[in-house]
């Protein structure tokens, strides 16, 4: 089999991504095929489910209604539908984006204390999204930035349990926040402060090789070996290489048994597999299940090896 062909014969969101990071296309060929995300497919789809209240099912981050005795936790709401459509790489500029922001703009609340939803609440986890999704869409999170920032622990990271005491950083915190710095920065220009706090950030990820404890060397959680996608709020090895990846420096050496890792899950036929879905309440299926092969995967595996070892 020829992955890149596998790749290519896929949804748009797939497509435009493997012209762009696999196949070296010319920009306008990935620019085209990406514009057609809004119109087929996944993003089209997920779009069409966007409700008359301006929401996805009825809700910010939880759907409404909600049942706790539900299995897992929904994927359903508006926060997890718009983080889709930013992986699925709807353009920000297109009329449909333009719209469906502008509809959460003026109805979408968060359920802890009715914040806005481009002002942000108050886990860094989820601001982190928050400002990911607000630099990515144009809109204004200067003020999320700024809580964020005086939010950073002593160790370089942050963690959603900081509140309630805990002085050590989280890896689950820690990548939505640096996803969300990075997507703002590359927005806006940033500022000097958020800059850095995402060097601290980013060293906090590297003096750990994106999976070991500083202290003593041992692997931190074993589901961090497995790849999952969507990714929703959890860490795993694969999304922080492609953070780094995308962060557009070279790789260091810390990361070597990261990338290593990465490579030795690599199957004969040359895919990557669908591992550790998240549970609970989803739209619609983006693979065929775990323990099958993935393009998101695959994707994401290739491009993260492509950039290491060209580097």
Known sequence: ??????????????????????????????????????????????????????????????????????????????????????????????????????RVRANSCWEEAGQPFFQGEVEPCINGMAVSLGAYFGEAVDGIVARLLDEQLDDGGWNCEAERGSTRSSFGTTINVLEGLLEYGRATGGTPEAAAARQRAEEYLLERGLLRRKSTGAL????????????????????????????????????????????????P??????????????????????????RWNTLRALRVLKWAETA
Request: hydrophobic letters at 40%.
């Open 220 to 267: 931190i959680d074993p589901k961090w070996l497995q790849f999952s996608y969507p990714t929703r709020w959890h860490y795993d090895v694969l999304r922080g290489l492609d953070y780094f990846r995308d962060a557009g420096t070279a790789p260091d050496a810390r990361l070597a048994e990261a990338v290593d890792l990465v490579r030795s899950k690599r199957q």
């Open 1 to 102: 089999m020829n992955v890149l062909d596998w790749l290519l014969d896929s949804d748009p969101a797939i497509r435009w991504q493997a012209l762009r990071d696999l196949a070296d296309s010319p920009a306008e060929e990935a620019s085209a095929e990406r514009s057609r995300v809004a119109a087929e497919g996944w993003g089209a789809r997920l779009l069409a489910l966007q409700g008359e209240d301006g929401q996805w099912d009825g809700g910010t981050y939880f759907p409404s209604p909600f049942d706790d005795a539900e299995p897992g936790q929904p994927w359903t709401a508006t926060t997890y539908s718009l983080l889709l459509l930013r992986d699925f790489g709807l353009d920000p500029r297109s009329a449909a984006a333009r719209d469906a922001v502008a």
């Open 269 to 294: 036929d040359g895919t990557w597999l669908l591992e550790n879905s998240h549970p609970g309440r989803i739209h619609f299926p983006l693979d065929e299940g775990d323990g099958r092969p993935s």
